[in-house]
């Protein structure tokens, strides 16, 4: 059965080192947003908090990635950052209707290591674009990490909860579709 892996987490969480770990380890196709955003002809990133044109782009071409890698059978990685449900579910009815088994793996980290990875990552220049006001900005990301975090009911098989890369719990779904939690 084709693996798609759902990465959720705060820009500067660790997704893209996870996924490159899953494609290591299984395989698994990286399917990267900040990788489409840096083909895009754009050359400046918008100076709103999101720029949806841009962003909705990159979710079109990433489905279409989705759809390919499981017509294939291809195991894959979705490395974006996932927050909210709702920009999850359209990868979750790709991944149900190719037959996949989700698996999520949920990155959490406290605002001082975000902070930490965020200057890192900008120092190194592997950033798609700087980030202006960055506590702010952790803040509103930790924030709505919280409000919208991945469920069982959702529809993933699995859900691995990391804080600051260590697993702190795993969520199976049960064939009766009852799930359980391991701390």
């Known amino acids: 059965m084709t693996k798609v892996y759902l990465l959720v987490g705060a820009v500067g969480a660790g997704k893209s080192t996870c996924a490159e770990k899953l494609n290591k380890e299984y395989g698994a196709k990286i399917i990267s947003a900040d990788e489409i955003y840096k083909t895009l002809p754009v050359k ?33 990685v979705l490395d974006y950052t996932n927050m909210p449900s709702k920009r999850r579910r359209k990868f979750l009815t790709i991944s149900k209707r190719g037959g996949a088994e989700l698996h999520c793996k949920l990155l959490l980290v406290d605002q001082q290591t975000l902070l930490k990875q965020l200057n890192k990552r900008e120092a190194e220049n592997h950033a798609s674009h700087k980030i202006e006001n960055k506590e702010t900005t ?26 600051n890369g260590e697993l702190v719990s795993t969520s199976i779904k049960k064939p009766n579709k009852r799930y359980i939690n391991r701390h």
Do not use: Q
Request: glycine share 2%.
């Open 44 to 76: 400046k990133i918008s100076t709103k908090p999101y720029d949806h044109n841009i962003r909705n782009h990159i979710l079109r071409i990433m489905c279409e990635e989705l759809s390919m890698c499981l017509n294939n059978n291809i195991d894959c």
């Open 138 to 163: 952790t803040k509103l990301y930790l924030k709505r990490i919280h409000r919208s975090k991945p469920t069982i009911l959702e529809g993933f098989n699995v859900i691995e909860t990391y804080h």
